[in-house]
């Protein structure tokens, strides 16, 4: 190990960075450990160990995404398009909502016990009473909301009474106006907790969609959720586990398209995102 020198002396060199065998395990230990329950469960079913009409094993799963690909497709692009919509919308009313609150402590008091309402309300319990007098597509995007919502609501306000009180009184000692401070100081300061707002509600947003879908039902147009309920009801259980692994997939693709965006608002300013040299 090389050394440096110091006014005391001698000392060891610090370790060097090396994020290319941590990257490497990152990637690998996970897919090994899947490609391992694979074998197990495709193992398993051949064996009889479990009913194969009730758990079909994954090369049957597989052939379900060939066989029922045209039931699949447009199911899966029907739950994505309402798991956006909902996303945005909620994305949206807690940014506003949150902003809001901040300003006024008034508005707060009054509206933030009937935001937590919403949020404690099961979907599964309302999706069917909206259906009486909404739609089944504005069912659903109220249900992505009420549940995606108030991650974005929550972490945004506290991230906004979280400004650095030295840089408020910098701010006020240079006359800046209320707009300003908001803009310039409160807003980007909250940035990173809203980010992390958005990521939980963007997986929260498709699970949303799937339970609204399994409390309201079919219609002229159905999701992926609506499969999963009715498939294994005529032994399309493969079907409904082809169904599943959409789910699974869409949802990974999710979080890392909105962690990847969340790097790329703050890998070059803040310590979250920062890459550490030791």
């Known amino acids: ?3 440096i020198v110091s006014a005391s002396g001698t000392m060891p060199e610090p370790p060097r960075a090396r994020g290319e065998p941590a990257v490497f395990l990152k990637w690998f230990l996970p897919l090994a450990l899947f490609a391992a329950i694979l074998a197990a469960w495709e193992y398993s079913v051949r064996l009889a160990l479990t009913p194969p009409k009730i758990v079909p094993a994954p090369s049957e799963i597989a052939i379900a995404f060939v066989t029922d690909w045209d039931k699949l497709q447009p199911a899966w692009l029907y739950t994505i398009t309402v798991t956006a919509e909902g996303f945005v919308l909620a994305v949206t009313g807690g940014v506003a909502l949150a902003v809001l609150f901040s300003q006024s402590r008034l508005v707060e008091y009054t509206l933030y016990p009937y935001a937590i309402i919403l949020q404690v309300t099961p979907v599964l319990a309302i999706a069917p009473l909206l259906m009486v007098f909404l739609s089944q597509g504005t069912v659903l995007l109220t249900c992505v909301w009420l549940v995606a919502f108030f991650p974005v609501l929550a972490n945004t306000l506290i991230g906004l009474r979280s400004t650095d009180h030295n840089l408020l009184n910098l701010f006020e000692l240079y006359r800046a106006s209320h707009w300003q401070k908001l803009w310039l100081l409160r807003i980007r300061g909250a940035m990173p907790y809203f980010l992390a707002g958005v990521r939980i509600a963007g997986g929260l947003s498709l699970i949303g969609a799937v339970v609204a879908e399994l409390a309201a039902g079919g ?15 005529n032994y399309g259980f493969a079907r409904a586990y082809a169904a599943l692994v959409l789910l699974c997939v869409s949802g990974i693709v999710i979080f890392l398209l909105l962690s990847y965006v969340s790097h ?15």
Do not use: Q, V
């Open 219 to 233: 219609g002229a147009k159905s999701g992926l959720g609506f499969i999963i309920y009715l498939a294994p009801r």
């Open 264 to 278: 790329l608002m703050l890998h070059k300013w803040h310590e979250s995102a920062l890459k550490r040299e030791n």
């Open 1 to 3: 190990m090389s050394t």
